[in-house]
T-cell receptor, first 112, second 111 residues
């Protein structure tokens, strides 16, 4: 199975809501990533987990909270987001750092 | 900026023509990767070329790497309408886990 799955595909939330994005892979990859992508821009790295431990946080605001419950799952908890946080959120995984990454289809987030 | 530079930003060609995209970077790299992204979807890994390789082929794709010039190119031969997408180069930053993406080239192939 070479697939990374993400749920939900679309999410609309208000600025006071709490929601979570979920990502799953069953390739045995030990590195998992969250990216944010705005229209016509490249993906911007948010977080990296390596062996289930947070190894990189790219100075992301605390209203985004990542969680890695086990080696196959990655969550992104959202709270008190701003309209400018509306974007495509991509999850990816790789065998280890520096190797090819496998991306999920993304969650299109709209913050009202 | 750590971001890789790509050119052209956009490219429009006819089906059957070749498409060439270029990527430049500033740091030392172990490898350089190319990804494709169809509109609003996830990225798909196309090819990885290591720093000790000069050229690599995969089907209709040809990638070159010139580490002395810190540049790479992606050639798509005999393009098809289905090749319409955005193409990104990417390279692991020092330490490995952080991948830097180029700004991307938007390719449009007209049938």
């Amino acid at each position: 199975d070479t697939e990374v799955t993400q749920t939900p595909k679309h999410l609309v939330m208000g600025m006071t809501n709490k929601k979570s994005l979920k990502c799953e892979q069953h390739m045995g990859h030990r590195a998992m990533y969250w990216y944010k992508q705005k229209a016509k821009k490249p993906p911007e790295l948010m977080f990296v987990y390596s062996y289930e431990k947070l190894s990189i946080n790219e100075s992301v605001p605390s209203r985004f909270s990542p969680e890695c419950p086990n080696s196959s799952l990655l969550n992104l908890h959202l709270h008190a987001l701003q309209p400018e946080d509306s974007a495509l959120y991509l999850c990816a995984s790789s065998q280890t750092g520096g190797n090819e990454q496998f991306f999920g289809p993304g969650t299109r987030l709209t913050v009202l | 900026s750590q971001q890789g530079e790509e050119d052209p930003q956009a490219l429009s060609i006819q089906e059957g023509e070749n498409a060439t995209m270029n990527c430049s970077y500033k740091t030392s790299i172990n490898n350089l990767q190319w990804y494709r992204q169809n509109s609003g979807r996830g990225l798909v890994h196309l090819i990885l070329i290591r720093s000790n390789e000069r050229e690599k082929h995969s089907g209709r794709l040809r990638v070159t790497l010139d580490t002395s010039k810190k540049s790479s190119s992606l050639l798509i031969t005999a393009s098809r309408a289905a090749d319409t997408a955005s193409y990104f180069c990417a390279f692991p930053h020092t330490g490995g886990f952080k991948t830097i993406f180029g700004a991307g080239t938007r390719l449009f192939v007209k049938a």
